[in-house]
T-cell receptor
Framework: EAGVVQSPRYKIIEKKQPVAFWCNPISGHNTLYWYLQNLGQGPELLIR????????DSQLPKDRFSAERLKGVDSTLKIQPAELGDSAVYLC?????????????????FGPGTRLTVL | AQKITQTQPGMFVQEKEAVTLDCTYD???????LFWYKQPSSGEMIFLIY??????QNATEGRYSLNFQKARKSANLVISASQLGDSAMYFC???????????FGTGTRLKVLA
């Protein structure tokens, strides 16, 4: 079974330029996540999709960040314009639908991430 | 508020030896889950082990075990018989049941020496 695919793996841009990251989740996973991982930190959730609906985007800086998941499969995360402080790793993850009530957890499967460097 | 603390920025262990990675947590919830993830240099986060707050037995998965001490709010990861491939960043995390959001610690970088 193929894992979560992300591209590009590395991106170097100058500040004020736009940048986009692409994610293809595991087949059949209806939940998709974008995480931001700063150097020396754990990942922080930016946005979560259930199918094509963004159900939690409270941590997404909406002035410059946007995301879409038009057909409920692939997703794109965009930054426009990029700032120096956006240099980080952007991780995508997917999971099957959480089931079984409040006692249960579902596993999130992570992609390899895109390492962004803003100069 | 929930918080995860990993106080060891880096650890060394000799190949074939056991190593313990520390994790303490803070929460006022009665029900929660504790997770450990491995992040090799390739970047992906790999799930290792899970412990529920109401689980009486410590979780084990192969060479990984979780030393869960609820009263001390600690959930240390024990890796037995370390291998060179265990060299990676290790993150402790917490989630509320039925939710999707992880609270991650800052991680511990483990280096296994030949």
């Amino acid at each position: 079974e193929a894992g979560v695919v992300q591209s590009p793996r590395y991106k170097i841009i100058e500040k004020k330029q736009p940048v986009a990251f692409w994610c293809n989740p595991i087949s059949g996973h209806n939940t998709l996540y974008w995480y931001l991982q700063n150097l020396g930190q754990g990942p922080e959730l930016l946005i979560r999709y259930e199918n094509e609906e963004a159900v939690d985007d409270s941590q997404l800086p909406k002035d410059r960040f946007s995301a879409e998941r038009l057909k409920g499969v692939d997703s794109t995360l965009k930054i426009q314009p990029a700032e120096l402080g956006d240099s980080a790793v952007y991780l995508c993850a997917s999971s099957p639908k959480l089931a079984g009530g409040s006692r249960f957890y579902n596993e999130q499967f992570f992609g390899p991430g895109t390492r962004l460097t803003v100069l | 508020a929930q918080k995860i603390t990993q106080t060891q920025p880096g650890m060394f262990v000799q190949e074939k030896e056991a190593v313990t990675l520390d994790c303490t947590y803070d929460t006022s919830d009665q029900s929660y889950g504790l997770f450990w993830y491995k992040q090799p240099s390739s970047g992906e986060m790999i799930f290792l082990i899970y412990q529920g707050s109401y689980d009486e037995q410590n979780a084990t998965e192969g060479r990984y075990s979780l030393n869960f001490q609820k009263a001390r709010k600690s959930a240390n990861l024990v890796i037995s018989a370390s291998q060179l491939g265990d060299s990676a960043m290790y993150f402790c995390a917490m989630r509320r049941p039925g939710t999707y959001k992880y609270i991650f610690g800052t991680g511990t970088r483990l280096k296994v020496l030949a």
